[in-house]
């Protein structure tokens, strides 16, 4: 049996690609924000429903700009959760900033909000929230802390492209959203992301961030770095942006059968969107728990003696990291220590066939 992975990267056409490719080697503008990247940026921003999109080459880059657009004094504290990739709380040390670490809310697993208070200081900065699994933090709450107590708000939305909250688009809460578009998401640039703000006085910062901080031959005016998205990746997104709804929709055909078939098993919770909010489709956890005869590790071992690559996301957690034992303040996180030992994303994507995804449910029944 291949081996299922627990994504694939949605491609287009070949034919289509290289037709869009094409017109790159005839003007040779490869990077520097050529037509194609204009073009994508100018429709992400109805995609997104958001005022401003700035491009980047990849998404860690884009938060670490978002980060330095905020303007942070130095060595101030930034709070986020463990429970995301590494590079959210990276970007905060590579900004000079401290993480400290919130627990998490355990349906959503995003940042609990009824816990950050706890941790401001008078060296708080700013909140650094991650929409995970596709789950959006609770924006209103975090947007009456940060009021409250004069912080900036940074959203990670690596998992929430298209995303919106009461129809309204979810780069468009906080002061700046970084999307990514690796290709494991659900719309990808191969590599890539973008920053997503509504201030539009921030564009002329990001670009200068982004470009090293040249204004033109002669003129440089800020110590920024490469952050520019090439024109062949800017060619992707254009032609991932014609298909990637069509991708939601057999995204979504899937959630309703592992929906219909795991939600009958004992010791598997399904986390379901909140209301008035749509779902991105980028991951699919299940949380396994007492009475489900086997633990998380074990099930997992199952899959992989099986060639079905599902995922520990996120385990270890960020504070389990030997870079940040000791060095990085944290408030209890006893719900991310359990959730860390109970997740499984299983394989999700579009062309998954009716066949694996059976297979995956008698797996999980113990059928198998």
Same mark, same amino acid.
């Not at 998205?229 to 899937?254: S, Y």
């Not at 385990?315 to 303040?329: L, R, T, W």
């Given at each position: 049996? %291949? =081996? /299922?992975?627990?994504?694939?990267? +949605?491609?287009?056409?070949? @034919?289509?690609?290289?037709?869009?490719?094409?017109? $790159?080697?005839?003007?040779?503008?490869?990077?520097?924000?050529?037509?194609?990247?204009?073009?994508?940026?100018?429709?992400?921003?109805?995609?997104?429903?958001?005022?401003?999109?700035?491009?980047?080459?990849?998404?860690?880059?884009?938060?670490?700009?978002?980060?330095?657009?905020?303007?942070?004094?130095?060595?101030?504290?930034?709070?986020?959760?463990?429970?995301?990739?590494?590079?959210?709380?990276?970007?905060?040390?590579?900004?000079?900033?401290?993480?400290?670490?919130?627990?998490?809310?355990?349906?959503?697993?995003?940042?609990?909000?009824?816990?950050?208070?706890?941790?401001?200081?008078?060296?708080?900065?700013?909140?650094?929230?991650?929409?995970?699994?596709?789950?959006?933090?609770?924006?209103?709450?975090? %947007? =009456? /802390?940060?009021?409250?107590?004069? +912080?900036?708000?940074?959203? @990670?939305?690596?998992?929430?492209?298209?995303?919106? $909250?009461?129809?309204?688009?979810?780069?468009?809460?906080?002061?700046?959203?970084?999307?990514?578009?690796?290709?494991?998401?659900?719309?990808?640039?191969?590599?890539?992301?973008?920053?997503?703000?509504?201030?539009?006085?921030?564009?002329?910062?990001?670009?200068?961030?982004?470009?090293?901080?040249?204004?033109?031959?002669?003129?440089?005016?800020?110590?920024?770095?490469?952050?520019?998205?090439?024109?062949?990746?800017?060619?992707?997104?254009?032609?991932?942006?014609?298909?990637?709804?069509?991708?939601?929709?057999?995204?979504?055909?899937?959630?309703?059968?592992?929906?219909?078939?795991?939600?009958?098993?004992?010791?598997?919770?399904?986390?379901?969107?909140?209301?008035?909010?749509?779902?991105?489709?980028?991951?699919?956890? /299940?949380?396994?728990?007492?009475?489900?005869?086997?633990?998380? @590790?074990?099930?997992?071992?199952?899959?992989?003696?099986?060639?079905?690559?599902?995922?520990?996301?996120?385990?270890?957690?960020?504070?389990?990291?030997?870079?940040?034992?000791?060095?990085?303040?944290?408030?209890?996180?006893?719900?991310?220590?359990?959730?860390?030992?109970?997740?499984?994303?299983?394989?999700?994507?579009?062309?998954?066939?009716?066949?694996?995804?059976?297979?995956?449910?008698?797996?999980?029944?113990?059928?198998?």
């Amino acid at each position: 049996m %291949d =081996k /299922i992975y627990v994504t694939r990267p +949605l491609l287009p056409d070949l @034919d289509n690609y290289i037709s869009e490719v094409k017109d $790159i080697f005839d003007s040779r503008w490869l990077t520097n924000m050529g037509v194609k990247h204009n073009e994508l940026e100018t429709k992400l921003k109805d995609v997104l429903k958001v005022p401003n999109v700035s491009l980047f080459n990849n998404g860690t880059i884009a938060l670490l700009t978002a980060l330095k657009a905020m303007d942070l004094p130095f060595g101030s504290e930034v709070i986020t959760t463990p429970f995301t990739f590494a590079a959210t709380p990276h970007c905060i040390v590579w900004n000079n900033c401290k993480p400290v670490f919130c627990d998490i809310e355990p349906n959503t697993m995003t940042i609990d909000s009824d816990k950050i208070e706890s941790l401001i200081t008078p060296n708080t900065s700013a909140i650094l929230g991650v929409h995970v699994y596709g789950f959006p933090c609770d924006v209103e709450k975090i %947007d =009456k /802390i940060a009021k409250k107590h004069n +912080l900036k708000v940074i959203y @990670d939305a690596a998992h929430t492209f298209s995303t919106e $909250i009461d129809g309204q688009g979810i780069g468009t809460f906080g002061d700046i959203t970084m999307f990514s578009f690796h290709a494991t998401k659900l719309f990808n640039t191969i590599e890539g992301g973008c920053l997503t703000y509504n201030d539009e006085n921030l564009k002329r910062r990001i670009y200068n961030l982004r470009n090293f901080g040249i204004q033109s031959e002669e003129v440089v005016e800020d110590i920024g770095i490469n952050g520019k998205m090439n024109e062949f990746q800017a060619a992707m997104g254009l032609e991932n942006l014609k298909i990637f709804e069509k991708e939601k929709q057999n995204r979504a055909r899937i959630k309703q059968y592992y929906d219909n078939n795991l939600s009958k098993i004992k010791g598997i919770r399904i986390p379901q969107m909140p209301k008035d909010t749509t779902n991105s489709y980028q991951y699919y956890p /299940i949380i396994i728990e007492k009475p489900y005869p086997l633990n998380r @590790d074990e099930l997992y071992n199952v899959f992989k003696s099986k060639n079905i690559m599902v995922r520990k996301y996120f385990y270890p957690a960020c504070n389990d990291f030997e870079c940040y034992k000791g060095s990085v303040i944290t408030g209890d996180l006893s719900v991310v220590n359990e959730m860390k030992h109970k997740v499984l994303c299983l394989p999700y994507y579009g062309t998954l066939t009716q066949t694996d995804i059976e297979t995956i449910c008698e797996i999980l029944k113990g059928e198998l």
